[in-house]
């Protein structure tokens, strides 16, 4: 099968850009990304840019617009966000050969050091901002977070795939029915569903010192506040998770109250964000980006491991340490 990108060359790339008058002057180098491709350039004037080339029939035009829409609006509020760049008209979704495509500017800086209290803090309350204004209205186009029916519909792609031997397919079938039964318990009430960012870990914030910005919004949805959350919380330390969620805490209510009813709901998270992950990489494997960067994937090593993480989550859901 063609694979989306197959057409985007260098050349397209470039006449993509210039198509918006501006000029680079150099070609743009490639960024680490697999459901699009993002590229960095410099411009005529020295100007660093990031160009993202969306991954077809992803998502419709509605909603990406949506997602730059919300963008602008956090930017207006002071939100540290890359707000994608608009032209003389205000238009932010461009189209070229087939393609659509965003410029933002590039957003310097490095991830905030987990072990540090002030990044804590400071990322705390950077979502803080992020949820008062995120929660005064819907998307309307962007998805909603589903878990138990993510969790049918990933476990039906990752079937799919031919790379798992009988016995492996029983043992992920027996997990999953089981992780299944467990998420059921965990509805997510309509009311608690807010705007976020949606995919809020550490390579989709930037920035130095106690700044930082968040990047990325490509999986923006509804979704209860605590799942821009809990990827910052440490996942291999039993006890010091109390002192990360202390500062985040306190960050956050710098602006808003903390979502502390819905820590019941990370475990419910992590193991959606597991199951889904890896049926992610199957239902993209036709892209060569993918066997390139994931070559594991198809080693029947793989899930024996994956299914041991799977039966190991199961255990972290029935004993959630995050209210002990």
């Known amino acids: 099968m063609t694979h989306p990108f197959s057409s985007l060359s260098p050349d397209v790339v ?19 990304s697999y459901e699009n491709r993002v590229l960095m350039f410099r411009d005529d004037d020295s100007k660093s840019w990031i160009v993202k080339f969306y991954r077809p029939d992803r998502w419709s035009d509605e909603a990406i617009q949506e997602e730059h829409d919300f963008l602008q609006e956090l930017a207006r509020r002071n939100v540290p966000v890359a707000a994608p760049w608009r032209d003389a008209s205000g238009v932010s979704l461009h189209y070229f050969q087939g393609f659509r495509f965003t410029l933002f500017p590039h957003c310097p800086g ?47 792609n990752v079937l799919a795939s031919q790379w798992m031997n009988q016995r492996q397919r029983r043992a992920y079938d027996h997990v999953i029915d089981k992780m299944h039964q467990q998420l059921d318990k965990h509805s997510v009430p309509v009311s608690s569903l807010i705007r976020c960012h949606g995919d809020c870990h550490l390579g989709n914030v930037l920035g130095r010192d106690e700044q930082f910005t968040l990047v990325d919004f490509d999986d923006c949805l509804m979704a209860p506040a605590i799942q821009d959350i809990w990827m910052l919380l440490p996942t291999d330390d039993p006890q010091g998770w109390r002192v990360h969620l202390n500062e985040i805490t306190e960050g956050y209510e710098e602006t808003r109250s903390f979502p502390s009813e819905q820590l019941d709901l990370i475990e419910p998270l992590r193991s959606y964000r597991l199951v889904r992950h890896t049926a992610w990489l199957v239902a993209r494997w036709d892209d060569p980006a993918f066997p390139r960067a994931f070559p594991w994937l198809a080693d029947s090593g793989y899930w024996d491991q994956h299914i041991r993480q799977l039966e190991q989550q199961c255990l972290q859901l029935d004993n959630p340490r995050w209210l002990a």
């Open 14 to 32: 470039m006449s993509a850009i210039e198509s918006l008058d501006i000029w680079p002057a150099g070609e743009p180098f490639a960024l680490n």
């Open 110 to 156: 490095q991830a905030p050091e987990l072990d540090n209290p002030s990044h804590l803090f400071a990322m705390g309350e950077v979502l803080g901002r992020l949820h008062d204004v995120s929660a005064k209205k819907p998307f309307k186009h962007r998805q909603t977070l589903e878990l138990a029916h993510g969790l049918r519909e990933a476990q039906q």
